[in-house]
């Protein structure tokens, strides 16, 4: 079945604590990205990648970093994160479609 | 800047009701803009449009793209309580190669159908 699968999906932690949140996809995709959702200000890209090592900025990359090690695998990296980071996060793999996981609930405090 | 602007940002109708969901678009190396439905979790995808005014139809839903106008529509007809969700649109963007680079997405419109 293919699958989109994000880890941890719900998260409450503390402003400067290092956290990742992993993304895994079993359908070969090439394109993977990384988004959140925010109320009042829709999805929102962040990083996307184009293929194994090569990653691009979306519309809001502050604060986030992104690796793409091997094709199945796109983790995103808070180093430090700060509250206005709460929001959530959903991966996504593909292209036309995209499929997207189901999403991680991350709360800073 | 890149933009996708969708409207109305939301809207009550009857089952039964035909609906017509609207985008516009400023998105620089313009590539296809696409259309998904989101219910309480991820979004999923409906209908992706590269060409202009080529219908794309799936059962009761339908939409088109005018290229030179820089808008879209998804039409809705025959409306039932389960097409209740918040609809997306987004433009893509071109990257070097021709494949697909950022995803602009709008705020989404929440349609809520009464029985």
């Known amino acids: 079945e293919a699958q989109v699968t994000q880890n941890p999906r719900y998260l409450i932690t503390v402003t400067g604590k290092k956290l990742t949140v992993t993304c895994s996809q079993n359908m070969n995709h090439e394109y993977m990205s990384w988004y959140r959702q925010d109320p009042g200000l829709g999805l929102r890209q962040i990083y996307y990648s184009m293929n194994v090592e090569v990653t691009d900025k979306g519309d809001v990359p502050e604060g986030y970093k992104v690796s793409r090690k091997e094709k199945r695998n796109f983790p995103l990296i808070l180093e430090s994160p700060s509250p206005n980071q709460t929001s959530l996060y959903f991966c996504a793999s593909g292209e036309q479609p995209q499929h997207f996981g189901d999403g991680t609930r991350l709360s800073i405090l | 800047e890149d933009k996708v602007v969708q409207s109305p940002l939301s809207l009550v109708v009857h089952e039964g009701d035909t609906v017509t969901l609207n985008c516009s678009y400023e998105?620089?190396?313009?590539?296809?803009l696409l259309w998904y439905k989101q219910e309480k979790k991820a979004p999923t995808f409906l209908f992706m449009l590269t060409s202009s005014g080529i219908e794309k139809k799936s059962g009761r839903l339908s939409s088109i793209l005018d290229k030179k106008e820089l808008f879209s529509i998804l039409n809705i007809t025959a409306t039932q309580t389960g097409d209740s969700a918040i609809y997306l649109c987004?433009?893509?963007?071109?990257?070097?190669?021709?494949?697909?680079?950022?995803?602009?997405f709008g705020k989404g419109t929440k349609l809520s159908v009464k029985p």
């Open positions: 987004a433009g893509s963007t071109r990257n070097y190669g021709g494949s697909q680079g950022n995803l602009i």
């Open positions: 998105v620089t190396n313009f590539r296809s």
